[in-house]
């Protein structure tokens, strides 16, 4: 079957900086998506991954490993706006999006 | 800067009921999505869309119809509401897949739906 597994919940402080892991194991693989979604929003769009390595955009960075099945999106001077729930999702063989149960960040002041 | 318009926003139904739900996306989008969202869950594709008068199933169908007549709309029916359905929908669209060009899903505001 098809899997996403991320963490349900993690803490941080304003400040400083919070890695969110993504393991995935999926039939085949066309890209894994980063979304951020606030309480009561709807998910919008932080990052593609496609290739092994690391993307930055500002203070957000998504790292991939295909061989490994392993994401990750790196949170650097986290903000109090940054609280919210990070979703994984992977697009497979099918172009389908499979999403992860998605990790709900909390940041302390 | 409208993008993908979901109504209505929240609706309350009796079991048995049915009721459509109704996204519109300004974008010339080819690909359209309905999902629903549930806690502890990931988004659960329901149905898609990849062009004017073409729909799929995805991951759960199971009690739910789509109609996609135009293609800046797409219809999501409940024939025979049920407690399972409770939930909060979100439409969604994209252009059509192209590795190289990455192409997100962008997604309406949301339908939450509870049925009593």
């Known amino acids: 079957g098809q899997n996403i597994d991320q963490p349900t919940e993690m803490t941080a402080t304003e400040g400083a900086i919070v890695q969110i892991n993504c393991t995935y194991q999926t039939s085949g693989f066309n890209g894994l998506f980063w979304y951020q979604q606030h309480a009561g929003e709807a998910p919008t769009f932080l990052s593609y991954n496609v290739l092994d390595g690391l993307e930055e955009k500002g203070r957000f960075s998504s790292f991939l490993s295909r061989s490994k099945g392993y994401s990750y999106l790196l949170l650097k001077e986290l903000q109090m706006k940054d609280s919210a729930s990070y979703l994984c999702?992977?697009?497979?063989?099918?172009?389908?999006?499979?999403w992860g149960a998605g990790t709900k960040l909390i940041i302390k002041p | 800067n409208a993008g993908v318009t979901q109504t209505p926003k929240f609706r309350v139904l009796k079991t048995g009921q049915s009721m459509t739900l109704l996204c519109a996306q300004d974008?010339?989008?080819?690909?359209m999505y309905w999902y629903r969202q549930d806690p502890g869950m990931g988004l659960r594709l329901i149905h898609y869309?990849?062009?004017?008068?073409?729909?799929a199933k995805g991951e759960v169908p199971d009690g739910y119809n789509v109609s996609r007549l135009k293609k800046q709309n797409f219809l999501l029916g409940l024939e025979s509401a049920a407690p399972s359905q409770t939930s909060v929908y979100f439409c969604a669209s994209s252009p059509a897949w192209d590795r190289a060009l990455n192409q997100p899903q962008h997604f309406g505001d949301g339908t939450r739906l509870s049925i009593l």
């Open positions: 999702a992977v697009m497979d063989s099918n172009y389908q999006l499979i």
């Open positions: 869309s990849v062009g004017e008068g073409t729909t």
């Open positions: 974008m010339n989008h080819e690909y």
